[in-house]
T-cell receptor
């Protein structure tokens, strides 16, 4: 069964460093998403991406964050100058034209 | 705004017990409703969904009925197994924007042998 894959599964980074989280969505999907889950809290929407551009973003997704689909298969989330409060599980997701999204296994980011 | 509220956990049950995890929502119109499950060390997996009022989603012995009158989508299973131990998330996708999902805070289920 096709699945969304994410790398790395866990990354530890120092405060102020840049981090890139990578995702390979399901191949025939058109809509791509990043969500995050701070430990013990809700899963929160960050950004959606369609037709090579951001279609929607939340208040969390400020200038510190960016997304890119550099080569038609990967979908990346870049976090510049990480802060302690960026420590969370980051989920990539994708969907086709239906209303069900499929999630990857998540990338656990720890900022120290 | 649109939101989902689900019962706090953890919920601890013995094997073969009956499970209910409550979920209520606030939304405009008729959103689509989902239950996702997160097994230890894994990502979010779609468990079941319902897209209109009175629909019943079901999968792996789990069921949930879309109740518009009570704005609820409670998850039930008649006889839980140890392998059902996981975190369960209720979610909605608004009728006006299928691009968006709102999640509850998750309910951890522990099933003891």
């Amino acid at each position: 069964e096709p699945e969304v894959t994410q790398t790395p599964s866990h990354q530890v980074t120092q405060m102020g460093q840049e981090v890139i989280l990578r995702c390979v969505p399901i191949s025939n999907h058109l809509y791509f998403y990043w969500y995050r889950q701070i430990l013990g809290q809700k899963v929160e929407f960050l950004v959606s991406f369609y037709n090579n551009e951001i279609s929607e973003k939340s208040e969390i997704f400020d200038d510190q964050f960016s997304v890119e689909r550099p080569d038609g298969s990967n979908f990346t989330l870049k976090i510049r100058s990480t802060k302690l409060e960026d420590s969370a599980m980051y989920f990539c997701a994708s969907k086709n034209s239906g209303n069900t999204i499929y999630f990857g296994e998540g990338s656990w980011l720890t900022v120290v | 705004g649109d939101s989902v509220t689900q019962m706090e956990g953890p919920v601890t049950l013995s094997e073969e017990a009956f499970l209910t995890i409550n979920c209520t929502y606030t939304a405009t119109g008729y959103p689509s409703l989902f239950w996702y499950v997160q097994y230890p060390g894994e990502g979010l997996q779609l468990l079941l969904k319902a897209t209109k009022a009175d629909d019943k989603g079901s999968n792996k012995g789990f069921e949930a009925t879309y109740r518009k009158e009570t704005t609820s989508f409670h998850l039930e299973k008649g006889s839980v197994q140890v392998s059902d131990s996981a975190v369960y998330f209720c979610a909605l996708s608004p009728a006006y924007n299928f691009n968006k999902f709102y999640f509850g805070s998750g309910t951890k289920l522990n099933v003891k042998p």
